[in-house]
């Protein structure tokens, strides 16, 4: 059984009218109903406008729902560098993937990737994944990950904010 | 050591070393504020889209709703060309435990926010980061005139190690928020040579 808040079809009276066009011809005359709290759909108000109804195109579309990157999970921070200056057109690739390996000529982090090209972490992890797999980027997982913090590191970030 | 990368070509960045500091606390104590006040870049918001979550809201009148995006402040500051500190403001809801999991893997340390008109709030950050182990550093945020509890009384009230450092400040002063950070940064040295002196 799905619970609420689990992606599935809304109900198809909560729908917004304007994701499914012209709404189906109904009596423009005006309306007898007892009480009136039977709104014309042609003119009420929609439950959600613009970025409260959602993305048009569902998220998890880009990635053909696909929610885990191929070739295993990588970190947050972990840099992404583009091998070629624009991935060669080919049908596999969406504009998305194009976009990452744009955006990717320098190291560039995960998370800010995702921020740029404003798509959510999940989606941008899958797509690089392809990425990674067509070998058309290089990802670098952070060293820190793993091990203990140097202290020398440290110090270099203590005088780094020190200097600011 | 592999991290860094010799370039093909030679013109591009090497990768930088990225560490990561979390930025925790309860709703509106001022997370997103203190990324923003010492972010060198647009702090920017990237959104984490949940495709089933268990247990989620109370979703009466939004039933319909099929996504659920919870939004992740993060900033980012540049010590020198090979180090990176990045900056998370942790989701303040408790559904989203599993994504603090990810953000505090490998992390350096964190901030705890605290704000004295709901000093509660922040027991759970503080909870989760002792329990893991994550070094953090109590940063009682001070709006304007309600300093109402010094740094002793809230690390009291917090019942906390003796040795994490509780400081007060005002998240939007860069200044200020920056100061927080070399706290902790040192907090976290000493330990780590602590560490390394006992063993």
Request: proline share 8%.
């Amino acid at each position: 059984m799905r619970r609420n808040g689990l992606p599935g079809p809304m109900p198809a009276d909560r729908r917004p009218s304007h994701e499914w066009g012209p709404a189906p011809a109904e009596p423009r005359a005006p309306h007898t109903w007892e009480g009136g709290h039977r709104a014309d759909p042609l003119r009420a108000p929609h439950d959600w406008m613009d970025q409260d109804a959602g993305p048009v195109v569902r998220p998890y579309a880009v990635t053909q729902g696909r929610v885990a990157p191929s070739g295993g999970e990588f970190d947050l921070v972990a840099f992404v560098v583009a091998t070629v200056p624009d991935a060669p057109p080919a049908p596999s690739l969406q504009p998305e993937h194009h976009a990452l390996v744009g955006a990717a000529w320098e190291p560039t982090s995960v998370v800010e990737l995702a921020s740029k090209l404003d798509l959510s972490i999940g989606v941008v992890r899958v797509l690089l994944g392809d990425l990674r797999s067509a070998g058309l980027i290089s990802l670098y997982e952070p060293p820190a990950a793993s091990q203990p913090h140097d202290v020398d590191v440290l110090k270099a970030v203590v005088n780094g904010l020190r200097a600011l | 050591m592999d991290s860094v990368r010799s370039d093909r070509d030679g013109t591009r960045s090497r990768i930088p070393v990225a560490l990561k500091i979390l930025i925790a606390g309860g709703f509106g104590a001022g997370k997103t504020t203190m990324v923003g006040s010492v972010s060198e870049i647009r702090p920017l918001q990237t959104e984490e889209v949940l495709t089933g979550v268990e247990g989620a809201d109370d979703t009466s009148g939004v039933e319909g709703k099929r996504t659920t995006t919870v939004t992740m402040d993060f900033g980012r500051i540049t010590i020198t060309e090979d180090l990176q500190l990045y900056l998370f403001g942790t989701p303040g809801q408790d559904r989203f435990w599993f994504l603090w999991d990810e953000l505090s893997q490998g992390a350096l340390g964190a901030v705890v926010l605290a704000d004295t008109r709901r000093l509660a709030d922040c027991f759970p950050s503080i909870d989760y980061f002792e329990q893991r182990g994550t070094p953090f550093v109590v940063a009682v945020n001070c709006f304007d005139s309600d300093r109402r509890f010094g740094a002793k009384a809230v690390a009291k009230a917090l019942d906390l190690d003796p040795d994490v450092p509780v400081v007060e400040f005002d998240a939007r002063e860069p200044l200020a928020a920056r100061n927080v950070l070399i706290e902790l940064v040192e907090y976290v040295a000493r330990r780590q040579l602590l560490a390394a002196g006992a063993r």
